[in-house]
Nanobody, 123 residues
Framework: VQLVASGGGLVQSGGSLRLSCAAS????????MGWFRQAPGKEREFVAD????????NYADSVKGRFTISRDNAKKTVYLQMNSLKPDDTAVYYC?????????????????WGQGTQVTVSS
């Protein structure tokens, strides 16, 4: 499975961005897609996850009510709409594929990773 993330950029506090992650290859093996982020000097942290079938979603508490994850099965693409952005949201954002039912939110449970896209929120 190959993942290509895009949509990052520089935005002012309170602004919005939409990230995209396009999947290709053996995508039939994927169970869910997740977004993670990693700020300088910090560990990679879970942001959101969505199941390909049924569309069940999960969010980190820090982004609930501000971020929305969605998917387009026909395009094999997952989106992360980010509203009311804060400087603390500044990080490299990664999309990843989970092929197993368990392990939601744990980076080790995701088998394939995109290259990351930088999101910078200025105050």
């Amino acid at each position: 499975v190959q993942l290509v993330a895009s949509g990052g950029g520089l935005v002012q506090s309170g602004g919005s961005l939409r990230l995209s992650c396009a999947a290709s290859g053996r995508t039939f093996s994927s169970y869910a897609m997740g977004w993670f982020r990693q700020a300088p000097g910090k560990e990679r942290e879970f942001v959101a996850d969505i199941r390909w079938s049924g569309g069940s979603t999960n969010y980190a508490d820090s982004v609930k009510g501000r971020f929305t994850i969605s998917r387009d099965n026909a395009k094999k693409t997952v989106y992360l709409q980010m509203n009311s952005l804060k400087p603390d949201d500044t990080a490299v954002y990664y999309c990843a594929v989970r092929t197993k039912v368990g392990g939601l939110g744990y980076p080790v449970s995701y088998d394939y990773w995109g290259q990351g896209t930088q999101v910078t929120v200025s105050s």
